[in-house]
């Protein structure tokens, strides 16, 4: 993909010298390049994706962590609020990375569908289901030119019939399960991370600190990562002024909570994050 | 305004007045009904099947209106395909019971439909659920439904034991049923049973003329009688005092 834009992107009904529309799909071509117009519409919600704060999550042996990396952009924020992960019936927890917005949009349609689920067949819905119900949803909206797709990746974690299950959504509607699945600025560090780890042999507990301490590392090595598009930069955790600007959110699923999708427990989280910190501190 | 057709059939509607049952043994579940369709006092079909498939190890057994009970079966059925196709697996019985008790409790002003929905599955091992009148679903070990099994009830609490095989448990159904069918005007015919177990579905039938005989009765006034009982005694009858 070597243009991108540059003027022609501005409009629907505006064709680029190669003959692309970037905004929307519109179908005077062949079927060939219908698909790379759609393409393009994505790709640009990738992009809303790729400069948001990371998001992890890992399926591990007992069940399901996720951690989000909430990038405090005011002192005036109340520290812990504004979640971003949110749970979705009582097993299932949402991640997103992107457009929060966007993030809450397809939250509440999680739920919507996860209490269909339940109306019809009256048992906890398994997360493959949600995750293909939300897979539909998402594409539908590229197929228009009066919607813009939806701006977010979505991990999505939970522990049901079938044993610990991790997804990830992604702006064009599709989707994966995975063993370890990270989105978000941070991304490319944080699987390379994820791919050192044995997460099958982990316990939630190990997981969680893990969780932890990949943030940690993701925040000192990306220091290197450009300006985002929010306009504010990845820092080095040590540096305490600094430091206030990132909070780490971090939920887990499995055996300790009960199936139940739950924020970690304060002394967890505390314990995670000073072991994470002591970690880094010893690799300088 | 005497009497109320809680039935609600409409005129000529053809009714499944019917015994049926499911009983849940330790390798799968056995299903049973009558044969007998009515219309009013005709017979419209005396070698009905009531028990209908709606998934590869889940049957379900019809009473009520035979419109009525036919057209949620077809529903269910559509459902379950779809389910199997999108989930990529079989659905459990307790899936397709929900399915039928939502169709049945948000019809039901419009329904007559008494449904049991049996089978076996691979989360639970066999089940069955009862969905009467009202759409309520309620899980039992064995149920019996349509007019006939209010005859039976009794039968069925005494006899009932737990634990019993697939063979124990085939006898108590076609009991069940030829005692059920012998007392309701509504049912009778043939039997039909499925024993529905984690390898296969086996239909078994048992005609009208080889159902079990329980007692059927003995005339008791007449000539008969009368001489026995003058024979039997030297009783004499009072004298009377002049």
């Not at chain 1, 905004?23 to 994706?49: D, G, M, P």
């Not at chain 1, 689920?117 to 998402?138: C, E, H, M, T, W």
């Not at chain 2, 199997?84 to 007559?112: I, M, W």
Request: aromatic share 8%; glycine share 10%; charged share 20%.
């Amino acid at each position: 993909m070597t243009s991108i834009g540059t003027g022609y992107d501005l409009s629907a009904s505006t064709y680029s010298p190669d003959g692309r529309i970037f905004q929307v799909t519109c179908l005077l071509r062949s079927f060939a390049h219908q698909s790379i117009l759609i393409q393009v519409k994505v790709e640009y919600a990738n992009k809303a994706v790729e400069n948001s704060g990371t998001a992890i999550g890992l399926r591990v042996k007992d069940g399901i962590v996720l951690a989000v990396e909430k990038l405090v952009h005011s002192k005036l924020l109340v520290p812990g609020a504004n979640r971003r992960i949110q749970t979705i019936d009582r097993h299932i927890g949402l991640a997103t990375a992107g457009l929060l917005a966007d993030g809450r949009h397809l939250s509440n349609r999680a739920r919507d569908e996860a209490a269909s689920y339940r109306d019809n067949y009256r048992q906890p819905p398994p997360l493959k289901s949600i995750a293909d119900r939300l897979g539909l949803y998402v594409q539908a909206y590229t197929l228009y030119s009066s919607v813009r797709p939806f701006g977010i990746s979505t991990i999505l974690g939970a522990v049901d019939k079938d044993g610990p299950a991790l997804y990830v959504v992604e702006p064009s509607g599709v989707f994966f399960g995975y063993n370890g699945a990270a989105v978000g600025k941070g991304r490319q560090l944080a699987k390379t991370e994820l791919e050192k780890l044995k997460l099958a042999e982990l316990s939630t507990r190990q997981a969680v600190m893990e969780a932890a301490r990949m943030y940690v590392t993701v925040s000192y090595f990306s220091s290197a990562i450009p300006k985002g598009y929010f306009d504010y930069s990845i820092y080095l955790v040590h540096d305490d002024a600094k430091e206030k600007e990132f909070e780490l959110e971090i939920s887990w699923i499995g055996d300790e909570t009960n199936g139940l999708h739950l924020p970690v427990p304060k002394d967890l989280h505390a314990e995670a994050e000073a072991a994470a910190k002591a970690a880094l501190e010893n690799f300088e | 305004m005497d009497h109320i057709d809680w039935n609600r059939l409409k005129t000529g509607e053809v009714n499944l007045g019917t015994s049926i049952m499911a009983v849940q043994f330790d390798g799968g579940v056995v299903i049973g009904a009558d044969s007998r369709t009515t219309t009013g006092s005709y017979i419209a079909n005396r070698v009905t099947d009531k028990l209908t498939h709606v998934h590869d190890r889940i049957y379900c057994c019809r009473s009520g209106s035979a419109a009525d009970t036919q057209a949620v079966a077809d529903i269910v059925h559509q459902g379950l395909q779809m389910y199997s196709q999108t989930a990529g697996e079989a659905p459990s019985v307790h899936h397709a019971a929900s399915l039928f008790q939502r169709v049945c409790y948000e019809n039901k002003d419009a329904l007559s439909a008494g449904i049991i929905v049996a089978g076996w599955d691979k989360e639970v091992g066999p089940s069955v659920y009862n969905i009467p009148l009202g759409g309520g679903l309620f899980r039992q070990p064995w149920a019996i439904g349509g007019s006939g099994s209010t005859y039976v009830y009794g039968y069925c609490d005494a006899t009932y034991k737990e634990g019993w095989g697939r063979d124990e448990t085939v006898t108590f159904v076609k009991n069940t049923l030829a005692l059920a069918m012998a007392r309701d005007g509504s049912s009778g015919g043939v039997i039909r049973m499925c024993v529905i177990t984690e390898d296969n579905v086996e239909r078994l039938f048992v005609p009208g003329d080889e159902l079990p005989k329980f007692w059927e009765g003995r005339e008791v006034l007449g000539a008969t009688a009368l001489k026995n009982r003058a024979a039997d005694k030297g009783v004499v009858p009072m004298a009377v005092e002049a």
